[in-house]
C-alpha cells in the first residue's frame, strides 16, 4: 500500500466522548482511526454537542431526526424503564428509530460509494448484532468491514431467577427480528469481513450465517485509554489493609451482591484485613446496602455512587483487588481498567470477561449456580488476601496484559485490516 492515507466512511450512529458504553467504544475507535485514515463520519445528531466541543473535525455528517422520531424516541424511553431498562423491548422498540438513521445515510452516501470516493466502509454501531446497514447493497466494488459486534450472550442455565428479572423471557424478539428486519440477513451476507467482539458471538454469527472463517475475526471492541496506562499521579494507598473493588452499574446480573455474600463468609481474621468499595449506582442499590447492614458488614462495605472516570480512576489506583463476578458480560471494559491499574481480576467465566483474564491475570469462576460463584469468589479472594507475592505476580501480568487493549494499537491493527481488504478487492477486479 502507499503511504497515502485511505478515504475510509465510518458509520458509527453511537459515538459521544461524554456518554459511557457502546457510546465512549465509538467515539474511541473514531478519535484514533482518524488519526490513521482519512475518516468520513456518519453518526446521529444526539452527539453533534459532544463531538463538536471535543473537535473541529469537519467531515461529520449528522443526519437529522424527524419530529415524529423524536417524540417516539421519548415514549420508547418512558415505556422501557421501570427501575431498570428493559433491554430486549427497548432495542425492539428502538428499531424505528434507527432504521430513520440507516436510510438516511444510505441516501446520502449511496452515490459517493457506488463512484468510489471511499476506499472502504466501516460500520461500528449500533454494536449488538440486530442491526442492518443499508449501504452494504451498494459496496459491490468499495469493502464493506462491519463490527466489532458483539452480544447475545445466554444467562448461565443456573442463574434463570435473574435472567427473568433482566426480562430474559423477551429474547425471542432477536429471532423475530432476523426474520422480519429489512436487510438484516443481507448485511451479514455480504459484508466483505465481520469482526467478532468475543468468542461466543463470533461463533454465532458463524452459525446464523454460515460465514467461513476468512470473512470474520475476533476482535475485541473495548479498549484502555493513556490515561490509564500512564501511571502517574497515583493517589495514596490505604496500606492498613487490602482493598477490594467492584465497579458498575447496579443491576441483577452484574452479581455485587455476591461480593457483599463472599465478603460475609470470609473468616473474621481475613475480614479484618480488607476493605471493598462499591463504585456505581442502579436498581439494587437499596437492597445491596440492606444486606450489608443485616450481615454486619458496614465498617468493611462501602458505597461510592455513580462517580465520574477520573474519580474511578483513583478508585482503581487505590485498590489491591478486582471482584466483578457479572455472570452476562459481552463487553466488560471495568475489567481492562482494572488490569491496568495492576488489580488482579475475579470473574464470572461466561462472555467477553473472560477472555480477557488470564491464568497469570487473576481467576475466572465458571457460573454454575449461584452457590458455586460464592462460594469460589470467597475462595479467591482469601487465596489473594493471604499470598502477597501471588497478588504481587498478578498485578503486574495484568499491567502487561492491559497493554494489547491499547487504543492506538487497535487503530493500528484496523488500518491494517481495512488495507488487506482494499488490497483483496484490487486483485478481485484485476
Not at 487465596?383 to 487504543?407: G, K, N, P, T
Request: charged residues 25%; aromatic residues 10%; negative net charge.
Amino acid at each position: 500500500m502507499s503511504n497515502k492515507k485511505l478515504k475510509v466512511l465510518l458509520i458509527i450512529e453511537q459515538c459521544n466522548p461524554d456518554w459511557a458504553s457502546v457510546p465512549l467504544v465509538g467515539y474511541n475507535f473514531f478519535q484514533k482511526i482518524n488519526n490513521l485514515a482519512d475518516v468520513t463520519l456518519v453518526t446521529h445528531i444526539r452527539n453533534k454537542p459532544a463531538l463538536e466541543k471535543k473537535t473541529e473535525y469537519e467531515k461529520v455528517f449528522y443526519p437529522e431526526e424527524s419530529n415524529l422520531t423524536k417524540q417516539y424516541y421519548n415514549i420508547v424511553a418512558r415505556i422501557t424503564a421501570n427501575g431498570r431498562v428493559n433491554w430486549p423491548l427497548y432495542n425492539a422498540l428502538s428499531y424505528p428509530i434507527y432504521e430513520e438513521f440507516d436510510q438516511q445515510v444510505y441516501q446520502k452516501f449511496q452515490s459517493k460509494i457506488l463512484k468510489g470516493d471511499y476506499d472502504i466502509v466501516h460500520a461500528i454501531t449500533p454494536m449488538i448484532p440486530r442491526y442492518p446497514f443499508k449501504v452494504v447493497s451498494v459496496c459491490q466494488q468499495t469493502p464493506f468491514l462491519l463490527g466489532p459486534v458483539n452480544g447475545g450472550v445466554p444467562f448461565p442455565p443456573g442463574f434463570q431467577e435473574v435472567a427473568q428479572q433482566e426480562f430474559a423471557y423477551l429474547n425471542f424478539l432477536r429471532a423475530v427480528g432476523r426474520s422480519l428486519v429489512p436487510g438484516y440477513v443481507e448485511t451479514y451476507k455480504k459484508a466483505d469481513k465481520i469482526l467478532a467482539g468475543s468468542t461466543y458471538t463470533l461463533n454465532l454469527l458463524k452459525d446464523l450465517f454460515a460465514i467461513p472463517d476468512e470473512r470474520i475475526d475476533l476482535f475485541y471492541e473495548n479498549g484502555i485509554s493513556q490515561e490509564f496506562l500512564n501511571q502517574t499521579n497515583i493517589p495514596n494507598k490505604d496500606v492498613s489493609h487490602i482493598n477490594l473493588l467492584f465497579v458498575g452499574r447496579l443491576v441483577p446480573y452484574k452479581c455485587a451482591d455476591i461480593v457483599i455474600e463472599s465478603i460475609g463468609k470470609l473468616d473474621q481474621a481475613i475480614q479484618s484485613k480488607i476493605r471493598l468499595t462499591i463504585v456505581g449506582d442502579g436498581s439494587e442499590r437499596n437492597n445491596l446496602e440492606n444486606r450489608v447492614k443485616e450481615l454486619d458488614l458496614g465498617e468493611i462495605v462501602s458505597f461510592a455512587g455513580w462517580v465520574n472516570q477520573q474519580e474511578t480512576l483513583d478508585y482503581y489506583r487505590k485498590a489491591d483487588i478486582f471482584c466483578f463476578p457479572s455472570i452476562r458480560e459481552f463487553g466488560g471494559a471495568v475489567v481492562i481498567e482494572a488490569m491496568a491499574c495492576g488489580l488482579p481480576c475475579i470473574v464470572a467465566n461466561n462472555g467477553g470477561i473472560g477472555e480477557y483474564v488470564t491464568e497469570e491475570t487473576g481467576f475466572k469462576i465458571e457460573p454454575i449456580s449461584r452457590e458455586y460463584l460464592t462460594q469460589e469468589l470467597t475462595s479467591k479472594i482469601q487465596m489473594l488476601v493471604e499470598d502477597d507475592q501471588l497478588r504481587e505476580s498478578m498485578s503486574a501480568s495484568a499491567i502487561e496484559r492491559s497493554r494489547e487493549f491499547a487504543w492506538d494499537k487497535k487503530a493500528e491493527k484496523i488500518v491494517e485490516i481495512y488495507e488487506h481488504m482494499v488490497s483483496e478487492k484490487t486483485a478481485s477486479k484485476s
